[in-house]
């Protein structure tokens, strides 16, 4: 690591705090350990992947793992930064090859394919004699469980709720949402807030990537459906699952309530429809709120959860970023270190916080720091209802959710598939990957 | 060929004979290009053919294992990549018919003397010679639904009312992109066809007009003729690329939305880099290589039949 | 030059209106998508963004460029100097070994000299996407995923083959008695070589190393395949990477299309006369 870097590295920092990202408190925690770098020789070095979602994260991350260098003797983490495009692919083809990282942050929704290449180790035992292992969300843990087996830490964990626009629900006379609003309610939202000669729509539709079929399958379970039946088959393509998806899909095929890109907005299309003032909602966990307050103004939005569907029913989808250490890793005892103490109370909060994400301890995410900005209450009150992504039962899809999955929701999308017909083929792709 | 007459004659035996060093030194010229291509493209092409055989999907290393056709029997089976194929020859017919009709066109006019013929002339060049990348992100750019330039010049000339997300609908993801090839392709032919014409003696533009004949039939019956051997060969050069070519679909919209876009190439990547399925996308890429193959040998004997013409 | 007189009137239609109407088409065409990116590229983030669109921006400043130039995370002088090292020596030995593997097959006698030939023709028509998969299982097992090497040597595939075909057939238009004098005067085949084809190649020699140049500069697959790491990316990865990864800041994102472009831009327009010669003379033999 050159000098050079460092002072870069810092002037990141400076920026965020100059752009309001970072307060005083703040920048002077994650500044601290770049006064004074530490100089260690022969501690035994622990590879640490990080994918990168965003630039300010590289920044926090860096001083993250100097801080845990100068914490102890032993080991020095050294981070490596891949784009997250390229993450998956990467790590696998590094396992692959018997050269994977000590420890990677991944989603867990990756873990399961790990654990098929026999890539990763049981931590159960370690985990329990763990002092924070009852602080951590029991859901938090399932998210990492695979076979009754604990193969991660949960680092951050994600739901769903819809951020909404508060200063223009009063401009244009909407009924601004509520923690317990109907479809209905949703629906005469998004109308009322599309504006097509101003280039505004009401909501801002998800149509690539994998989420495009979670935040699709949130509002399937609100109507009562679910992926998997009691007999463990695939139930997906039931009759209350293709009502909803028709409801969900009408948002764009016959209200015109979404932008025409629909169909090619991933994650960034999304975030940043909203961002530019294009979309007047969108679903999303709580990641991009940090960036929100950045673009739209702290004042000018809120979240609340996900609507109840006809069947009085809803449900948001639990995710977690994992810290997943890996069998052939070198450095294996230094890599638990680091992750037990990136899950420490301080490092924990300032990481959740300064990224707008959830924290998986229960002490850490009661502070009010969480629970009283609106930007995260939606996510807040979405946790009683929130449940296990239902796609993580197999680890076979994971994979086939993205390459074939979102292919047929964007021929739904577009109307080459109803949604009856939608739903049984997609039933069949995951008939055909259970393992 | 009567070029051994005029060889020095040797004045004493040397321990090889002339022939014998001939050879040697002219396969040790040769020596650099085998290794350079030999590492970096038989051998990849043989270990293509042999993971193709194989079940090698990275996430399913206990499923690793010989299985003959298997890959073959799949890809008969598999309605995306016979989808990819029909769009492949879209995608090429699209883009190089327009192109060869614009770089004609081109060249007929750079053909002609004006006041600043060369700086014109590099100026419609340059599409084609930027990076790939860089024509795929000016196009993102211009289709870009709210801040992109075409959308607002239709708005402004009164087209268009409501938006149109051009690489987001199906129907129109396809003829996007063959225009973005178009335009980065154009210039190929101008250049080729312009070389063309600068090869075709005026004397036989003035013979047939002093019989006569008008703008349109020396057209028909010089222009062309003489350009034939160059359009086959250019045309069939465009060809064979523009079915390889995968940079541009896949930076615009990689095979997207819903296959609308999915070329077999395009579709090669997708289970390279997506599904890290190598076993199928070294089949899939040695079925491109099959059809390229036999698209050449087609050619080979078009043009042997062009060659007197020329 | 033909004679002016005696024109008829489709050709003075022609020749007039109709000549000065395409060309200005057709250079409209060719450019317009680059007008628009240079004025994005000077544009600020309100004036990006703005609803109606702001075709030009207020002032050119040059913020987009300094940003994208100096940027940490998506570092274009990074990216700028990788690309250039990669064609420089991907350029240099690609010259090197076709110079030699040309002369080789244009004045020494070999069996299956005729198969060489065709072997080299057909290696232009594989495609790409075919080698992905086994170069990097390759260059994995050798140790030289993300290196300067693996970019270079994959580069081979496609700039070799053609630059031998084109060496060989400017090769053979030099009259063999050129050499032979130089050969009886006691040069070696090397010699004679450099002294003597070299020099009257060098046109040809100058278009197909620039061509190879111009062909790395634009590669994408292998660089986005053998590289994981910023600081090893190319301008084509890295233009790439940006969009993927994070927010699409059009206006750095523009600024970066420009730097990308302009060093093959400015190649060809002083080139262009030799470029076209040589890049033209393969198709017009036939």
């Known amino acids: 690591m050159d000098e050079r870097w460092r002072l870069s590295r810092r002037q990141i920092l400076k920026g965020m705090a100059a752009a309001g990202a970072l307060t005083t408190a703040e920048l002077a925690w994650w500044d601290e350990p770049l006064i004074a770098p530490r100089r260690a020789w022969g501690a035994q070095p622990v590879?640490?992947?990080?994918?990168?979602?965003?630039?300010?994260?590289?920044?926090?991350?860096?001083?993250?793992?100097?801080?845990?260098?100068?914490?102890?003797?032993?080991?020095?983490?050294?981070?490596?930064?891949?784009?997250?495009?390229?993450?998956?692919?990467?790590?696998?083809?590094?396992?692959?090859?018997?050269?994977?990282?000590?420890?990677?942050?991944?989603?867990?929704?990756?873990?399961?394919?790990?654990d098929g290449m026999n890539a990763v180790e049981d931590l159960t035992p370690k985990v329990r004699d763990w002092s924070g292992y009852k602080d951590v969300l029991p859901l938090a843990w399932e998210t990492v469980t695979v076979k009754k087996r604990i193969l991660s830490f949960p680092w951050v964990v994600t739901n769903d709720g819809v951020y909404w626009r508060t200063d223009r629900a009063k401009e244009y006379g909407a009924k601004p949402p509520k923690d317990d609003w109907s479809f209905d309610d949703f629906l005469a939202?998004?109308?009322?807030?599309?504006?097509?000669?101003?280039?505004?729509?009401?909501?801002?539709?998800?149509?690539?990537?994998?989420?495009?079929?979670?935040?699709?399958?949130?509002?399937?379970?609100?109507?009562?459906?679910?992926?998997?039946?009691?007999?463990?088959?695939?139930?997906?393509?039931?009759?209350?699952?293709?009502?909803?998806?028709?409801?969900?899909?009408?948002?764009?095929?016959?209200?015109?309530?979404?932008?025409?890109?629909?169909?090619?907005d991933g994650w960034r299309g999304i975030v940043e429809g909203f961002g530019r003032g294009v979309t007047n909602s969108y679903i999303h966990n709580s990641g991009s709120s940090e960036?929100?307050?950045?673009?739209?103004?702290?004042?000018?939005?809120?979240?609340?959860?996900?609507?109840?569907?006809?069947?009085?029913?809803?449900?948001?989808?639990?995710?977690?970023?994992?810290?997943?250490?890996?069998?052939?890793?070198?450095?294996?005892?230094?890599?638990?270190?680091?992750m037990a103490w990136a899950m420490e109370p301080e490092p924990h909060f300032m990481y959740s916080k300064t990224l707008g994400l959830l924290p998986a301890r229960k002490t850490v995410a009661e502070r009010p720091e969480f629970t009283r900005d609106p930007a995260l209450a939606g996510f807040i009150k979405s946790f009683p209802f929130s449940i296990v992504s239902p796609y993580l039962a197999h680890a076979g899809w994971g994979g086939k959710l993205d390459s074939e999955g979102v292919p047929l929701f964007q021929q739904a999308l577009v109307g080459r598939l109803t949604a009856r017909e939608f739903l049984d083929k997609f039933a069949e792709v995951l008939s055909k990957n259970m393992s | 060929m009567a070029r051994e007459a005029t060889l020095a004659r040797p004045l004493a035996r040397p321990l090889l004979t002339r022939r014998a060093r001939e050879v040697l030194t002219g396969y040790l010229y040769l020596l650099p290009v085998v290794i350079a291509l030999g590492a970096t493209v038989v051998v990849p092409i043989v270990r293509a053919i042999q993971m193709s055989l194989y079940r090698n999907v990275l996430i399913k290393p206990q499923e690793y294992g010989f299985i003959g056709l298997g890959n073959y029997a799949r890809l008969l089976d598999d309605d995306v990549f016979w989808l990819s194929l029909w769009n492949s020859f879209y995608w090429v017919f699209g883009s190089v018919s327009l192109q060869f009709l614009g770089g004609f066109v081109a060249a007929l006019l750079l053909h002609q003397s004006f006041q600043g013929r060369a700086a014109v002339r590099t100026l419609t060049l340059l599409p084609w010679i930027?990076?790939?990348?860089?024509?795929?992100?000016?196009?993102?750019?211009?289709?870009?639904?709210?801040?992109?330039?075409?959308?607002?010049?239709?708005?402004?000339?009164?087209?268009?009312?409501?938006?149109?997300?051009?690489?987001?609908?199906?129907?129109?993801?396809?003829?996007?992109?063959?225009?973005?090839?178009?335009?980065?392709?154009?210039?190929?032919?101008?250049?080729?066809?312009?070389?063309?014409?600068?090869?075709?003696?005026?004397?036989?533009?003035?013979?047939?007009?002093?019989?006569?004949a008008g703008v349109l039939e020396r057209f028909w019956h010089i222009t062309l003729p003489?350009?034939?051997?160059?359009?086959?060969?250019?045309?069939?050069?465009?060809?064979?690329?523009?079915?390889?070519?995968?940079?541009?679909?896949?930076?615009?919209?990689?095979?997207?939305?819903?296959?609308?876009?999915?070329?077999?190439?395009?579709?090669?990547?997708?289970?390279?880099?997506?599904?890290?399925?190598?076993?199928?996308?070294?089949?899939?890429?040695?079925?491109?290589?099959?059809?390229?193959?036999?698209?050449?040998?087609?050619?080979?004997?078009?043009?042997?039949?062009?060659?007197?013409?020329? | 030059m033909r004679s002016r007189g005696g024109l008829d009137t489709a050709e003075r239609v022609l020749g007039g209106p109709v000549l000065w109407a395409g060309l200005a088409a057709l250079t409209a065409f060719a450019l317009a998508p680059f007008v628009w990116v240079l004025l994005a590229s000077f544009k600020t983030r309100a004036e990006l963004y703005a609803t109606p669109l702001v075709w030009l921006p207020t002032s050119l400043s040059l913020a987009n460029y300094v940003e994208a130039?100096?940027?940490?995370?998506?570092?274009?002088?990074?990216?700028?100097?990788?690309?250039?090292?990669?064609?420089?020596?991907?350029?240099?030995?690609?010259?090197?070994?076709?110079?030699?593997?040309?002369?080789?097959?244009?004045?020494?006698?070999?069996?299956?000299?005729?198969?060489?030939?065709?072997?080299?023709?057909a290696t232009q028509m594989?495609?790409?996407?075919?080698?992905?998969?086994p170069l990097l299982s390759q260059w994995h097992a050798l140790g030289l995923i993300d290196t300067y090497q693996a970019l270079i040597y994959s580069n081979f595939s496609f700039t070799v083959p053609f630059t031998v075909w084109m060496l060989v057939g400017y090769f053979e238009s030099i009259p063999r008695e050129l050499e032979e004098s130089a050969l009886m005067d006691g040069c070696g085949r090397f010699g004679a070589l450099c002294?003597?084809?070299?020099?009257?190649?060098?046109?040809?020699?100058?278009?197909?190393?620039?061509?190879?140049?111009?062909?790395?500069?634009?590669?994408?697959?292998?660089?986005?395949?053998?590289?994981?790491?910023?600081?090893?990316?190319?301008?084509?990865?890295?233009?790439?990477?940006?969009?993927?990864?994070?927010?699409?800041?059009?206006?750095?994102?523009?600024?970066?299309?420009?730097?990308?472009?302009?060093?093959?831009?400015?190649?060809?327009?002083?080139?262009?006369?030799?470029?076209?010669?040589?890049?033209?003379?393969?198709?017009?033999?036939?």
């Open chain 1, 47 to 114: 590879r640490f992947q990080f994918s990168v979602p965003e630039p300010k994260r590289t920044a926090l991350v860096e001083s993250l793992a100097q801080r845990f260098n100068q914490s102890q003797k032993d080991f020095e983490v050294k981070v490596e930064f891949v784009p997250q495009a390229q993450a998956r692919q990467k790590l696998i083809t590094s396992i692959a090859a018997g050269t994977p990282p000590d420890v990677a942050q991944v989603w867990d929704n990756w873990v399961g394919e790990f």
């Open chain 1, 189 to 264: 939202y998004a109308k009322t807030m599309t504006k097509p000669d101003k280039n505004q729509y009401g909501f801002g539709m998800r149509g690539q990537g994998t989420w495009a079929v979670l935040y699709a399958t949130e509002f399937m379970y609100a109507n009562g459906a679910q992926v998997l039946g009691r007999d463990g088959k695939v139930a997906i393509n039931s009759k209350e699952a293709a009502e909803a998806l028709d409801w969900y899909l009408d948002l764009f095929r016959k209200h015109k309530v979404c932008p025409p890109s629909v169909p090619t």
């Open chain 1, 291 to 338: 960036e929100q307050k950045d673009f739209v103004k702290p004042e000018n939005f809120a979240t609340v959860p996900l609507p109840f569907g006809p069947a009085k029913k809803r449900s948001s989808f639990y995710f977690s970023e994992t810290l997943t250490p890996f069998k052939a890793g070198k450095a294996r005892e230094g890599g638990f270190k680091f």
């Open chain 2, 130 to 212: 930027i990076p790939g990348v860089v024509v795929a992100l000016i196009w993102e750019y211009l289709y870009q639904p709210n801040y992109g330039a075409l959308n607002d010049l239709l708005a402004r000339a009164g087209l268009m009312t409501d938006k149109v997300a051009w690489l987001s609908n199906p129907s129109l993801a396809m003829p996007a992109v063959i225009a973005t090839n178009v335009w980065r392709g154009v210039p190929f032919f101008a250049i080729m066809l312009l070389a063309g014409l600068q090869a075709i003696a005026d004397e036989l533009y003035e013979a047939a007009r002093v019989d006569g």
């Open chain 2, 226 to 310: 003489m350009l034939r051997p160059i359009i086959v060969v250019a045309t069939a050069t465009r060809i064979i690329w523009t079915f390889n070519y995968a940079d541009l679909i896949f930076v615009m919209t990689s095979g997207g939305p819903a296959n609308a876009t999915q070329i077999t190439s395009t579709y090669t990547l997708l289970q390279a880099y997506s599904n890290l399925d190598f076993g199928y996308a070294a089949t899939l890429s040695v079925v491109l290589l099959l059809i390229m193959l036999a698209f050449t040998l087609l050619y080979l004997r078009v043009t042997r039949g062009v060659e007197p013409v020329a």
């Open chain 3, 69 to 121: 130039w100096t940027s940490k995370l998506t570092p274009f002088s990074r990216f700028f100097a990788n690309s250039l090292w990669v064609s420089s020596v991907t350029m240099v030995a690609t010259t090197a070994i076709s110079v030699l593997a040309g002369y080789a097959l244009a004045r020494f006698r070999f069996a299956g000299r005729q198969t060489v030939m065709l072997v080299f023709l």
């Open chain 3, 126 to 133: 594989f495609p790409a996407v075919l080698l992905i998969a």
């Open chain 3, 195 to 286: 002294r003597v084809v070299l020099p009257l190649a060098a046109p040809g020699v100058a278009a197909t190393a620039i061509f190879a140049f111009v062909s790395s500069w634009s590669e994408l697959l292998f660089a986005i395949t053998f590289t994981s790491q910023t600081e090893m990316r190319t301008l084509s990865a890295g233009l790439l990477f940006m969009v993927g990864q994070y927010e699409i800041q059009w206006g750095q994102l523009s600024a970066g299309v420009i730097i990308s472009t302009l060093p093959v831009a400015v190649l060809f327009t002083v080139l262009q006369r030799h470029l076209i010669r040589g890049l033209t003379a393969g198709a017009l033999k036939g």
